[in-house]
T-cell receptor, first 115, second 111 residues
Framework: DVKVTQSSRYLVKRTGEKVFLECVQDMDHENMFWYRQDPGLGLRLIYF???????EKGDIPEGYSVSREKKERFSLILESASTNQTSMYLC??????????????FGPGTRLLVL | QQQVKQSPQSLIVQKGGISIINCAYE??????FPWYQQFPGKGPALLIAIRPDVSEKKEGRFTISFNKSAKQFSLHIMDSQPGDSATYFCAATFVRDKIIFGKGTRLHILP
């Protein structure tokens, strides 16, 4: 079974803090994604990566950065947390498919509260 | 053009009834339409998916109906059970692994 794990289920941070959200997948997937989920807004793509050291902006990258130093690990960084970044953050991974689409496998999510 | 519009936002159905969630899209380049199911405290998981060359796909109690000319697709859950209570996301994709999600439907099945 594919397993995507996220470092924390719940996180409370203060405005201005630097926040690291870690995601690890154990199926050697090439592609990894970070989404945020908000009520009424669904899932919005923040950043994604097709390979180590590669990153691409999603639909809402402002205020976030990412790091992918190893294939299995994809980190989301909030450089200076703000209250409007309070949300559920979901990591996902999928295998390389040479242009076609494959299922994305999601982690359980990190619920972040910024005070 | 890259949006997927999903309705309703929330749905309450009696046990044993049929749950229907609708989605519409604009971009005719979309070529894969998955549905994801999310239980509270969990990440979304693929439930069922369809490509536009077929009009219907059935897996157990779950059926996707696809209308290419109307650019609409829907999820039908037959004999709905309390265990089906979850949030459902329709989605569409045409670019390498980038999925466009609908805003979700919170389904509650009354026991």
């Amino acid at each position: 079974d594919v397993k995507v794990t996220q470092s924390s289920r719940y996180l409370v941070k203060r405005t201005g803090e630097k926040v690291f959200l870690e995601c690890v997948q154990d199926m050697d997937h090439e592609n990894m994604f970070w989404y945020r989920q908000d009520p009424g807004l669904g899932l919005r793509l923040i950043y994604f990566s097709y390979d180590v050291k590669m990153k691409e902006k999603g639909d809402i990258p402002e205020g976030y950065s990412v790091s992918r130093e190893k294939k299995e690990r994809f980190s989301l960084i909030l450089e200076s947390a703000s209250t409007n970044q309070t949300s559920m953050y979901l990591c996902a991974s999928s295998p390389e498919t040479s242009g076609s689409v494959e299922t994305q496998y999601f982690g359980p999510g990190t619920r972040l509260l910024v005070l | 053009q890259q949006q997927v519009k999903q309705s309703p936002q929330s749905l309450i159905v009696q046990k044993g009834g049929i749950s229907i969630i609708n989605c519409a899209y604009e971009n005719t380049a979309f070529d894969y339409f998955p549905w994801y199911q999310q239980f509270p405290g969990k990440g979304p998981a693929l439930l069922i998916a369809i490509r536009p060359d077929v009009s219907e796909k059935k897996e157990g109690r779950f059926t996707i109906s696809f209308n290419k000319s109307a650019k609409q697709f829907s999820l039908h859950i037959m004999d709905s059970q309390p265990g089906d209570s979850a949030t459902y996301f329709c989605a569409a994709t045409f670019v390498r692994d980038k999925i466009i999600f609908g805003k979700g439907t919170r389904l509650h099945i009354l026991p």
